[in-house]
């Protein structure tokens, strides 16, 4: 959840896309990357430093933050990273949106309302 004044200022509405593992859109490509690989390359270019139960907890479970985006109404397709990675092709896992911006601030909006989710701003001190 980031600061903003409306749903449409913040910076998760904006991205690209995610890397995710196992998702439905990367399984209907053919996409064969696991877990485990994704896990041992982020561990050793790391050097091992990050929390690894985090960043294995946040890989077995990055497909359902893409299925919660699908379930609400956003499109993607796998597409290839801008960076140099090991990940991509057949070994991908970037998930390139395709909903414009305006529309997933009005998805969100009602997923908000769907779910009972409410925002409450808090009034500045001054």
């Known amino acids: 959840m980031e600061k903003a004044g409306n749903l449409a200022a913040v910076n998760g509405v904006k991205v690209s896309g995610p890397f995710a593992v196992n998702t439905p859109v990367l399984r209907e490509r053919g996409t064969t990357l696991t877990v485990n690989e994704v896990f041992q390359h982020v561990m050793n270019y790391t050097h091992w430093e990050p929390n690894s139960a985090l960043i294995r907890n946040y890989l077995e479970h990055s497909s359902e933050a893409v299925e919660n985006l699908l379930e609400i109404g956003y499109q993607f397709k796998?597409?290839?990273?801008?960076?140099?990675?090991?990940?991509?092709?057949?070994?991908?896992?970037?998930?390139?949106?395709?909903?414009?911006?305006?529309?997933?601030?009005?998805?969100w909006t009602e997923a908000y309302e769907k779910y009972g989710c409410s925002l409450i701003r808090q009034p500045k001190k001054f």
């Open 78 to 107: 796998e597409a290839n990273f801008r960076f140099k990675t090991p990940f991509v092709d057949e070994k991908g896992g970037f998930h390139l949106i395709l909903t414009d911006v305006d529309k997933r601030v009005r998805l």
